[in-house]
């Protein structure tokens, strides 16, 4: 077997099964999980109208690229939400993926230049665990720069040596952040995009947080490179997807989008990988992709979630509403991992210590002391957790 799976550490939520392993929660209450990102709104109708409705295309082989129609209506979204002036070129700078997930992972497989010596991926702590398991299988070293509070989870260049920088091939960034909902503004794209020149490193940009915002749109990849005037998107690669934004998770349904030069030998890659999308996933995506007031109702739905729990909790917990994402990184009163566990135990609520999503570098986890709360649940059971994660912190207010 290849050895580099040993490599591998367990994702987070082996971690929280293995903590929360011998604890009986209690039975007076009902279990609400808060601890995974997975989205629990309806799927609009219109979408699994247009997966049913397309069901003959199993008799099919399916494409690499996707369709005409797929990549069109990708392409067409993409001009719309980010304001291009310069068109995106559906067949040179689009490519369906199967989820971001498997998108993200593969394209460090396609980029990584192992012949080169020690290559380097970099990688925002805390972070998505499979940006360190692409980079590691990959055959490169993971290296972290830690995101936060203090600096408004900001993009630090300046953690990493000049010796690191040289050696990194891949860069990933997540805006709006996971766990913390930060979104880059223009002037730590602009670092980035000069680093990226200086290094020659690709920038691998995830959003697939990026249609769950309160008031305005989050600044995109592709939208700060068309205002600094690189309209090649030069060494840049977005990660999109419609499990957020839609509701469909189970459709495994993204795009990557940019630089046509690396697209094109991502799609030889995946050609051999052989990971084409379903045909009546790929006629349900484009009609998901082409509709925006499904995606203006789902962001209701969490801005209401948002508005009534941090008034739930706000008298107990130092709460902040991230700039985007249906999550709430909260700093919590002990460690991370004693509070999920007692809160799991005395109240049958399940949230994600924070430490579990990051790792220690100089000298600091910048996940401990904090829990990630995914508000995915529907209204009334997220306010009845938010209740009883209030009457939990009391309690320790209390000692």
């Known amino acids: 077997?290849?050895?580099?799976?040993?490599?591998?550490?367990?994702?987070?939520?082996?971690?929280?099964?293995?903590?929360?392993?011998?604890?009986?929660?209690?039975?007076?209450?009902?279990?609400?999980?808060?601890?995974?990102?997975?989205?629990?709104?309806?799927?609009?109708q219109f979408i699994c109208d247009a997966l049913s409705s397309n069901l003959n295309g199993l008799a099919n082989y399916p494409t690499t690229v996707g369709s005409d129609a797929l990549r069109n209506s990708i392409a067409s979204w993409i001009q719309r939400r980010y304001k291009l002036a310069a068109p995106i070129d559906a067949k040179t700078q689009v490519l369906p993926v199967n989820g971001s997930r498997e998108a993200l992972f593969s394209f460090a497989q396609a980029v990584i230049?192992?012949?080169?010596?020690?290559?380097?991926?970099?990688?925002?702590?805390?972070?998505?665990?499979?940006?360190?398991?692409?980079?590691?299988?990959?055959?490169?070293?993971?290296?972290?720069?830690?995101?936060?509070?203090?600096?408004?989870?900001?993009?630090?260049?300046?953690?990493?040596?000049?010796?690191?920088?040289?050696?990194?091939?891949?860069?990933?960034?997540?805006?709006?952040?996971?766990?913390?909902?930060?979104?880059?503004?223009?002037?730590?794209?602009?670092?980035?995009?000069?680093?990226?020149?200086?290094?020659?490193?690709?920038?691998?940009?995830?959003?697939?947080?990026s249609e769950i915002y309160f008031d305005t749109p989050p600044l995109g990849a592709l939208e700060a490179a068309h205002q600094l005037g690189r309209n090649d998107y030069r060494n840049l690669v977005i990660f999109s997807s419609l499990s957020k934004r839609s509701n469909v998770p189970g459709m495994r349904s993204g795009f990557v989008a940019g630089d046509a030069k690396i697209l094109e030998r991502f799609t030889l890659y995946r050609t051999y990988h052989g990971c084409a999308m379903n045909p009546a996933v790929q006629a349900a995506s484009a009609a998901a992709w082409q509709d925006e007031a499904h995606v203006a109702e789902n962001r209701r739905l969490y801005a209401e979630k948002f508005s009534q729990v941090v008034d739930i909790l706000k008298p107990v917990l130092p709460v902040v509403l991230p700039d985007a994402s249906f999550y709430l990184w909260l700093r919590v009163p002990i460690?991370?991992?004693?509070?999920?566990?007692?809160?799991?135990?005395?109240?049958?609520?399940t949230v994600l210590p924070g430490s579990f999503l990051a790792r220690e570098v100089r000298g600091i986890n910048p996940?401990?002391?904090?829990?990630r709360i995914a508000l995915v649940a529907p209204l009334a059971e997220t306010l009845d957790a938010a209740h009883r994660i209030a009457e939990f912190t009391k309690t320790l207010n209390s000692l």
């Open 335 to 349: 460690a991370d991992t004693t509070f999920a566990q007692a809160l799991h135990r005395d109240y049958n609520v």
């Open 367 to 371: 996940g401990e002391n904090y829990v």
């Open 1 to 44: 077997m290849n050895p580099l799976l040993d490599l591998l550490q367990p994702y987070p939520f082996q971690k929280l099964a293995a903590l929360f392993k011998g604890t009986q929660p209690n039975p007076a209450y009902t279990p609400v999980s808060l601890h995974i990102g997975e989205p629990k709104h309806t799927t609009p």
């Open 113 to 209: 230049d192992r012949t080169r010596e020690q290559p380097v991926v970099v990688c925002p702590n805390p972070f998505y665990q499979i940006y360190e398991g692409a980079a590691l299988l990959a055959g490169a070293t993971p290296h972290f720069f830690n995101t936060l509070a203090e600096d408004d989870f900001a993009l630090n260049v300046e953690q990493l040596s000049e010796e690191v920088w040289q050696r990194t091939q891949l860069i990933y960034v997540c805006s709006p952040g996971n766990p913390n909902g930060h979104v880059m503004p223009l002037s730590e794209w602009k670092t980035l995009f000069e680093m990226s020149d200086r290094y020659g490193f690709v920038i691998a940009a995830d959003e697939c947080y």
